[in-house]
């Protein structure tokens, strides 16, 4: 809970920041891809290393990895951006926007979860990727 709390922390303070530096007419747009970029990053590099224990056996093995992960990323970014859309749409605030993105998050880590330990970080992938 604690990396999850902190790629959450990352991904929403890069938006917030993306926000402040950008006020075009993508700002919002560009805020959530900023921020979904890093806290997808910090996840990866803390669920390889801390949660999964995860040793890569080479740089073909290391794409192949980050990509399965990028792709399970991908199917739980579309939960999160639901609810931080959703909220903005139906409530129309920053505060709900956040707080929506919160809620998906949280319900899109626990999902990545099982979709990282049981596809992207298996042990018996680990060895098959190395011949």
């Not at 959530?32 to 224990?53: A, M, W």
């Amino acid at each position: 809970m604690l990396f999850a709390a902190l790629s959450t922390a990352t991904n929403l303070g890069a938006q917030y920041l993306m926000q402040l530096l950008y006020t075009g007419p993508f700002a919002l747009f560009a805020s959530v891809v900023v921020g979904t970029g890093v806290g997808v990053v910090t996840k990866y590099l803390l669920d390889k290393r801390f949660i999964f224990r995860f040793e890569v056996t080479s740089m073909k093995h290391q794409a192949r990895t980050l990509g399965l992960y990028t792709v399970m990323s991908v199917v739980t970014t579309l939960i999160f951006w639901a609810f931080e859309f959703g909220a903005l749409a139906v409530f129309g605030t920053d505060a709900a926007k956040y707080t929506g993105a919160v809620i998906g998050l949280a319900l899109g880590y626990v999902i990545k979860y099982y979709l990282d330990k049981n596809i992207t970080f298996r042990a018996d992938r680990a060895r098959t990727d190395a011949l």
